[in-house]
């Protein structure tokens, strides 16, 4: 049950903990992932052995809380930027164990996952330039070594090192803690040649005058690592068999 608004993420999984305690157990969702809910709201119900329903209680709930906080937060920023062509990224600072269902949560709330683990593409920050010397140098070394088989991204902090990127041939630049009037000179100077990626600080109230300088994509690190979990708990309507009093519930 619903204890305020927020997006829904994680249902399934939470119906799989009281399964994987007990198969018999029955589990009927009413919402799917993805969709909004008001406080009030029953979000599924659970029928099996008391025993049962009480050891997965706090672990379901855990679950359910945490991912639909993500997918709540994440829906925020995405309403923030409607009408501009930007779109959300999550980042990997996410919990340990946890990351494929929390980049999970943040598709549900209509965000976009970047790479899942050092592995998915190259990405050239500002330790990587401390030790190559240069974007330019970095970026060649990078597909010296991989080819063409993943892309590479630069992280840059001015206008020269993303013109340096661009034109050694990275596949994606990241503009990295800076103001809207600079972004806004490197999206020009671009064209569109590469997707642009506006990182750094980027808040709920700032979100927007980031996606109006043109970016294609704006990375929120917050949607995971500082996202709030949503109230939720779990209510026993009584046994099996016995009349349940939904007038409780509000549903009279």
């Known amino acids: ?35 909004a809910f008001r406080e009030g709201d029953i ?24 991912l639909s906080g993500i997918a709540t937060m994440t829906r925020a ?36 996952n970047h790479r899942r683990n050092l592995s998915d593409m190259v990405l050239i920050k500002d330790n990587h330039l401390a030790l ?6 970095a970026v060649r070394k990078a597909r010296t070594k991989v080819g063409r088989r993943f892309k590479i991204e630069v992280e840059v902090t001015s206008f020269a090192q993303a013109r340096e990127a661009v034109t050694a041939g990275a596949d994606m630049i990241m503009l990295d803690n800076m ?16 997707p642009l990626e506006a990182s750094g600080g980027v808040g709920l109230k700032t979100v927007r005058r980031v996606a109006e300088t043109g970016v294609d994509f704006i990375s929120v690190g917050k949607l ?6 949503v109230d939720l708990s779990l209510e026993f309507l009584g046994p099996l068999g016995s009349d349940i009093n939904r007038a409780e519930l509000g549903e009279a």
Request: aromatic share 6%; charged share 25%.
């Open 1 to 35: 049950m619903a204890k305020e608004k927020g997006v829904l993420a994680g249902i399934d999984i939470a119906g799989r903990v009281f399964r994987k305690l007990d198969p018999w157990t029955s589990f009927n969702r009413h919402l799917k992932d993805g969709q």
């Open 43 to 66: 979000l599924a119900e659970v029928e099996g052995n008391s025993m049962v329903l009480l050891k997965g209680e706090r672990t379901a709930l855990n679950f359910l809380q945490r």
């Open 77 to 112: 920023y995405v309403e923030a930027v409607s009408g501009t062509k930007a779109r959300i990224l999550d980042t990997r600072k996410t919990s340990p164990g946890l990351r494929i269902l929390e980049k999970y949560a943040v598709k549900m709330g209509g965000g976009v």
């Open 132 to 137: 190559s010397g240069s974007a330019g140098e």
């Open 179 to 194: 103001t809207p009037a600079r972004m806004k000179t490197i999206v020009a100077w671009v064209a569109g040649r590469v």
């Open 224 to 229: 995971t690592h500082s996202a709030a979990a």
